[in-house]
């Protein structure tokens, strides 16, 4: 009976690993603002490929960087968040749909 062995992964080329400099890109953006607002609104997120979802109107923490905010808040024992694109956010401001907190 002849057997295989199973390449190990000393045998790999070291080019087949993947570069790690996307991850670390990832993770360099920093949160630039932490507050909270209010959603005063119809302002909506979108899941994935998913139709947009509305953001109940009422509080919400804010958590800004600078590619995205990501919101979230608490309605009873139910918890939610919602990152969008930094633009669209600002629209939401801009449109008096979320109004910040000083």
């Known amino acids: 009976m002849s057997s295989t062995t199973a ?3 000393a045998s790999t080329p070291a080019s087949a690993t993947p570069p790690s400099e996307p991850i670390a890109a ?3 953006v920093e949160p630039v603002a932490t507050q909270t607002a209010s959603i005063r609104g119809k302002v909506e ?3 994935g490929d998913g139709p947009n979802i509305v ?3 009422g509080p919400v923490g804010v958590q800004l960087t600078s ?3 990501t919101l979230s808040w608490e309605d009873g024992e ?4 919602a990152a969008m694109p930094i633009a669209d956010f600002r629209r939401y401001v801009t449109q008096g749909a979320i109004k910040l907190h000083a």
């Open 7 to 9: 390449p190990t992964s």
């Open 26 to 28: 990832a993770a360099s």
């Open 45 to 47: 997120h979108r899941q």
């Open 55 to 57: 953001i109940r109107q």
């Open 67 to 69: 590619v995205d905010a």
């Open 78 to 81: 139910t918890r939610g968040a």
